[in-house]
């Protein structure tokens, strides 16, 4: 049965989206552990569960099909920046913030990095029900926005992070992802953030009342975007030691900060 809470269930849309990109035909998507999760969701779920996640996904089949593409060359290139930084580090530390059901380990191939997982407790309780044992990495079941999680992740050092926050910052209000940026700048060094975010546009006006309509009508759900970026380099404001080196744009951004070091130049 899922019983998570209305932000909670962004990531059973971003599960299904990711599902229907996986068994559309003739598309390079390839993500197995996506669809075995979505079989288990549904086997565990009630009649009125599995019409809510088979109606969602008629849409993303449907009305929504823009969003499958859009979501999975997102996965994509976090997959690649990933297998990137593992291959710059291979003994490092990968954090996945806001995780969901995300199956990113699945998809990497090394045995030396560390990877965890965090995300709110409801979320992680539902992963690891219907996965078990099949989960062997760390998990932590508590929000980005409680800081405490550095102290458990930085028990062995802090410095070797690849740390990621993938469609997260958008749904944060501005001064959460601010003093989230800080607090990680603060606690870690040599380490890399990455993180993708929408227009600033649609945080306000017109364009924000386009986007809670359009969740409302689409998905039934009271959605805004809180968290926007204007100009990538705005954010070396928020904290010292904090430099943005790299920065792309698509349907938003995708921003790479280098925290204490300077891991590449700006494209």
Same mark, same amino acid.
């Given at each position: ?120 407790? %409801? #979320?992680?309780? =539902? ?8 989960? @062997?990495? *760390?998990?932590?079941?508590? +929000? !980005? ?30 001064? %959460? #992802?601010?003093? =989230? ?8 060094? @040599?380490? *890399?953030?990455?993180?993708? +975010? !929408? ?69």
């Amino acid at each position: 049965m899922i019983e998570l809470s209305e932000v909670s269930k962004t990531s059973i849309l971003t599960l299904i989206c990711r599902a229907v990109g996986a068994e559309k035909k003739g598309y390079s998507f390839n993500d197995q552990k996506t669809l075995e999760i979505y079989d288990l969701l549904c086997a565990s779920s009630t009649k009125p569960e599995r019409h809510w996640i088979g109606s969602i996904k008629k849409k993303f089949k449907g009305l929504s099909r823009k969003s499958v593409k859009i979501i999975c060359n997102r996965v994509e290139t976090f997959d690649k920046i990933t297998n990137d930084f593992i291959e710059r580090n291979p003994s490092g530390t990968i954090i996945n913030l806001g995780c969901g059901f995300d199956t990113r380990f699945w998809r990497i191939r090394s045995e030396k990095y560390r990877y965890i997982e965090l995300d709110l407790p %409801e #979320v992680m309780s =539902l992963k690891a029900g219907l996965l078990g044992e099949q989960i @062997n990495y *760390e998990c932590l079941g508590i +929000s !980005v926005l409680d800081t405490s999680w550095i102290d458990e992740v930085t028990k062995k050092g802090n410095e070797d992070f690849l740390i990621l926050a993938e469609g997260l910052f958008m749904y944060l209000q501005k001064e %959460e #992802v601010v003093k =989230l940026i800080q607090v990680i700048a603060d606690r870690f060094s @040599n380490t *890399e953030l990455v993180f993708d +975010s !929408v227009h600033e546009k649609y945080t306000q006006g017109v364009w924000k009342w386009f986007t809670n309509w359009n969740w409302r009508m689409v998905f039934d759900m009271d959605f805004n975007y809180t968290y926007g970026v204007k100009n990538p380099l705005e954010i070396e404001g928020y904290a010292k030691g904090i430099k943005v080196t790299s920065s792309n744009k698509y349907h938003g951004h995708l921003i790479s900060l280098g925290i204490n070091n300077n891991l590449r130049q700006p494209q």
